[in-house]
C-alpha cells in the first residue's frame, strides 16, 4: 500500500484546508486510516481516526469540534477537513493505514504511512 498525502499550504489563523489521501497499490476499504501530525522539534502526533467503514471516528482532544475526518472508499481516498485552524496546528500532516479495521490513535497501530504534507499556519 503507498499513501501519498497533498492539500497542505499556506492558511491564516482561523482559515481552512482540506487534506487528501489517496491509497494506492490494493484497496484500503477494510483498513483503519488515521492522520498523524508532526511539528518541528516534536514526536509525532495523534490527531485522527476511522474505522473501514467510517462508522466510527476519534479525535485528538486538540482539534476536536475544528477537524473532520471522512473517507470514501470508492475512490480510495481518506480525507481531513481541518477548520479555525490555529498556529499550534502548523506541522507535517501524514496519513497511514491499518491493516485493523477499527479506530487507532497509536503510531504502533499503524502499517503503512504517507510521505506526509506541510500545513503552515500564520497568526
Known amino acids: 500500500v503507498q499513501l501519498q498525502a497533498f492539500g497542505g499550504g499556506l492558511v491564516q489563523a482561523g482559515g481552512s484546508l482540506r487534506l487528501s489521501c489517496a491509497a494506492s497499490g490494493r484497496s484500503v476499504s477494510y483498513y483503519a486510516m488515521g492522520w498523524f501530525r508532526q511539528a518541528p522539534g516534536k514526536e509525532r502526533e495523534f490527531v485522527a481516526t476511522i474505522s473501514w467503514n467510517g462508522g466510527s471516528t476519534y479525535y485528538a482532544d486538540s482539534v476536536k469540534g475544528r477537524f473532520t475526518i471522512s473517507r470514501d472508499n470508492a475512490k480510495n481516498t481518506v480525507y481531513l477537513q481541518m477548520n479555525n485552524l490555529k498556529p499550534e496546528d502548523a506541522a507535517i500532516y501524514y496519513c497511514?493505514?491499518?491493516?485493523?479495521?477499527?479506530?487507532?490513535?497509536?503510531?504502533?497501530?499503524?502499517?503503512?504511512w504517507g510521505q506526509g504534507t506541510l500545513v503552515t499556519v500564520s497568526s
Open positions: 497511514a493505514a491499518s491493516r485493523r479495521g477499527g479506530v487507532y490513535s497509536t503510531v504502533e497501530s499503524y502499517n503503512y
